[in-house]
C-alpha cells in the first residue's frame, strides 16, 4: 500500500476521510503518520484513535520558517512517506522543503484553481459573484497554490448562500475527491513530469472532474 504522511492544523475531516477509507478498504494506503503545527489540532486525535502515530511541532521556539519546517519534515521523513498529504495544512512551506520534494506533496484547496488562492475562498467566490465553486487537488510546487491540479470538484453556488453554507458544500466534496485523488496514487496512475500532471502516462489536458 501508498504509505501516506498527513499534514493538517485544525479540524481534520480530510484526514478522518482518508482514515475511513483506509479503513474499510476503499482507499489502497497506508496513513505512516500525522503531522500538526498546533498541538490543538483534532486531527491529532482523530490520528491516535485509529491508532496513527501523531505529532506536533510548535514553530514557536524556531528562529526562522526554515528552520522549523527543516524540523518538521524530519520528522516526516523519518516515516519514509510515498506521498505527503497537506490536508488543511495552514501553514505556508519554505522553497528549499518544496523543491525537494516536487511530485511528492500534493494539497487539497477549497475553490476550483487557479481561481480564489490563498484564505478565505468561500467569501472570496462570493464576493466575485461566481456560480460554481468547489476544490481541487494539486501538486504543491514553490508557488502558493499555484502547482498543477490533478483533479477538482464543483459544486453549485446558490443565491442564498453564506460562506459557511458554501464551504460546508465544498467540505463535502472535498472527502470524496481527496480520497479519489489518493486512490490514483495507490494504483500508481499519477505523476509528475516536468511540471505537468500524467494520467496512465498521458498528460492531462485539463483537471479531472471528480
Ligand atoms: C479544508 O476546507 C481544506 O480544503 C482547507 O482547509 C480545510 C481543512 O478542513 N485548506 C486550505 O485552505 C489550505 N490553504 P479539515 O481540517 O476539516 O480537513
Known amino acids: 500500500p ?3 504522511a498527513v499534514l ?6 480530510n484526514l478522518q476521510a482518508i482514515l475511513d477509507a483506509v479503513a474499510c478498504g476503499r482507499l ?9 503545527d498546533r498541538r490543538s489540532s483534532q486531527a491529532l486525535e482523530r490520528a491516535r484513535e485509529a491508532g496513527v502515530p501523531a505529532t506536533a511541532v510548535s514553530p514557536k521556539g524556531f528562529a526562522s520558517r526554515a528552520l522549523f ?26 522553497d528549499a ?3 525537494t520534494r516536487t511530485g511528492r506533496m500534493i494539497n487539497i484547496h477549497p475553490s476550483l484553481l487557479p481561481a ?3 484564505l478565505h475562498t468561500h467569501e472570496q467566490a462570493l464576493q466575485a459573484g461566481s456560480t460554481e465553486h468547489g476544490a481541487s487537488v494539486h501538486y504543491v510546487t514553490p508557488e502558493l497554490d499555484g502547482g498543477p491540479v490533478i483533479a477538482q470538484a464543483r459544486v453549485p453556488v446558490q443565491a442564498d448562500d453564506d460562506a459557511a453554507r458554501l464551504g460546508t458544500r465544498v467540505l463535502d466534496r472535498e472527502h470524496p475527491l481527496l480520497v479519489a485523488t489518493l486512490q490514483l496514487f495507490a494504483s500508481g496512475r499519477a ?6 500532471v500524467y494520467l496512465d502516462g498521458q498528460p492531462l489536458a485539463a483537471p479531472l472532474m471528480l
Open 2 to 4: 501508498l504509505r501516506l
Open 8 to 13: 493538517a492544523s485544525g479540524r481534520g475531516s
Open 28 to 36: 489502497d494506503a497506508r496513513i505512516a503518520g500525522v503531522f500538526s
Open 69 to 94: 519546517d527543516e524540523h518538521l519534515f524530519s520528522l516526516v521523513d523519518a516515516v519514509h512517506p510515498d506521498l505527503i498529504v497537506c490536508a488543511g495544512y495552514m501553514r505556508l512551506i519554505s
Open 97 to 99: 522543503i518544496v523543491a
Open 116 to 118: 480564489f488562492k490563498g
Open 191 to 196: 505523476s509528475l513530469i516536468d511540471n505537468r
